[in-house]
DNA sequence: TTGGCTAAGTGATTTAGTCAGTTTGTGAGT
DNA sequence: ACTCACAAACTGACTAAATCACTTAGCCAA
């Protein structure tokens, strides 16, 4: 079964990318000019970037031109078109998450440096911003995996918390002890400047925990 | 910036999927089909099967139909177009497993059932089948995070250890003991049946740990 | 300098078809 | 009655040539 020619096309597109240096937010030749240069027509071209689009490699404005994406480089991504949300699914989540961050936590306690520092304690207090700000931008606990140096951790947590922003509000009003979240949150920043790895691990498996119980406990949903 | 036409189809495409309760291998309507319930045309149908495809959503079989892919209720994906692997790459790929996997093996220790136990054997016996065997199938690594007994989980390490399809051969090269690695895997099943998550989060660090430092020493890549 | 207009470039989609595989049913031959 | 070859009929893969919608940059006038 050999590759389709928008398959083959895929690929050649992102050698065009990468030996050509682009990074995320370069434009890529347009749709015309690509098919001219692989001598077929447009129709294909498109499906080829459709692809590329689906996985956040390339980015489409109409009337301005296609982009290279900011997860051109990723090596796991959050499901573009993931299932709708249920309540055992945001359990499942939390399960993972209880797995996962506490271990996180105490390797970025470990390796954090100063600017991710500042950049946790940024996320601390913009969480307590009203809601539609850009408080979406900096979450904390993408931040803290931020924090262990390691970019492919970064990459599995905020692909694991994409998914939350559709049941963020949720969550959010489940477990609206918003000056809780905020104290415990300072809490694990405070372990994480203190190097305390061990502190680290056991305050954000007890946040994880109580934000656990809180979904548990809802009756609705 | 209103949606794209092939962007609301996308989501009607698994619209039908969903409501039809159609399962990964099932046949769902041809691209004519579709264009004609649609009103559109056939291009644009298969612009938004084409990002379907890329996330695994739907297959291509050509000539005969399209099919409802094995990863449509993944919550989290291995990149498909992943960037090239480096020797930098994989020490962060390997730091990450290092953080992500000894929390998971102890869960597995806890949570695990004797389906689990079955198939991590399994997997262990058949690592010593020869190469391009049928040993890609069931991967050690990812048969104990699937014995956490949270799918997530499972999707998670499947998704980062998609990756090492294409190094495994390089891996195996440098790390070349697989009687040492056989027997590692042995007394992390062991300590997994025991139900002794210490234990099976300690074999799990250390077995990985060896692992990093026949990379790290490697000369070459 | 500012504001609006215009023209060129780009993505979005259509229309109408051809080519290339797969599946299935039919019918001839045994 | 059974088998096998073969021919529709369906499917995906791709082409060709347009048109529409939107953005951007540049120009010109107020």
Redesign the pocket.
Known sequence: MPP???DRLTESILGIIRDGGLRPGDAIP????LAKRFA?????V?EALRKLEATGAVE???????YVGPTINNVVLANPHRPPITRDSVLQLIGARLVIEPAVAAQSAVARRPENLERLEAAVTNALVPPGGPAFALNFHVELAAASGNPLLHEVLASLLKVRVREQQQIRALYDNRERDHQEHQAIVEAVRAQDAVQAERLTREHLDNIRQAVESAPEF
């Open positions: 389709s020619l928008s347009s749709a015309r000019e077929i027509t447009t129709p294909t498109r489409f404005r109409h009337g301005s031109g296609t």
